[in-house]
């Protein structure tokens, strides 16, 4: 499908937008305005894939590639002590994600054409990335990379947040519930059938629970 030059101008103006709050601790103006480069990242993604359907794959591996640029950002920011919070980068990623569900059920009915190398999941139209038309392609190799490592980034400032705390053993199960779906979904993109997609999700959860116990305590520790 022709892209003219006045999508490419717009697309890179996007990306540019993105950038400005991807660096926006860069400024020095000490506010928290660069968690919104999670949100601004479905922009210039969704621009791209209006642009046609073919360019649907693309677009959900840009968003992941962007997304996990900005989780590398704020890992290193919790690393560092860098003014980061896990509440926060938690908070504006769960409303990117949600934000993104939203467009998806969306942008494909305003537009039938892009629903043309989709799978509809109730409301929500998502990129077909086991169909046979993608079959063998380097992008869907790294559409699963990118999202693969999104979710080990999720997890990684998590357990620098919680490294050496108190945190009693029924927590665990509260934390391991909210990876769930994140889980299912690495498994789905990698081995969709229904037996594995289980058992891979159930190894996901139990890798989870034995780091939690290695990185945390009980409280009840002897000295």
Do not use: C
Not at 186 to 200: D, F, H, K, Q
């Amino acid at each position: 499908m022709a892209v003219d030059a006045y999508q490419i101008i717009i697309l890179a103006t996007l990306f540019i937008i993105y950038g400005i709050f991807l660096m926006f601790d860069l400024f020095g103006r000490n506010e928290n305005y660069g968690y919104l480069a999670y949100v601004v990242a479905v922009i210039p993604t969704n621009y791209l894939w209006s642009m046609g359907p073919d360019y649907v794959i693309a677009a959900y591996f840009i968003l992941f590639i962007l997304w996990d640029i900005t989780l590398l950002r704020d890992t290193f920011g919790l690393y560092l002590k860098k003014n980061k919070e896990i509440n926060e980068i938690l908070l504006y990623l769960v409303l990117g994600i949600l934000i993104q569900i939203i467009i998806s059920a969306i942008l494909p009915e305003g537009d039938s054409a892009l629903q043309v190398n989709t799978e509809q999941l109730w409301f929500f139209w998502l990129p077909n990335i086991h169909s046979a038309v993608f079959e063998g392609e380097s992008l869907i190799l790294g559409f699963k990379l990118a999202a693969s490592l999104m979710v080990l980034l999720i997890v990684l400032p998590l357990i620098l947040d919680i490294k050496d705390e108190e945190i009693p053993l029924p927590m665990f199960i509260i934390i391991i519930a909210i990876f769930i779906l994140p889980f299912l979904y690495i498994s789905y993109i990698w081995l969709p059938g229904p037996e594995t997609l289980g058992v891979l999700t159930f190894l996901f959860s139990v890798i989870l629970f034995i780091i939690l116990l290695l990185i945390t305590r009980s409280g009840k520790e002897t000295k």
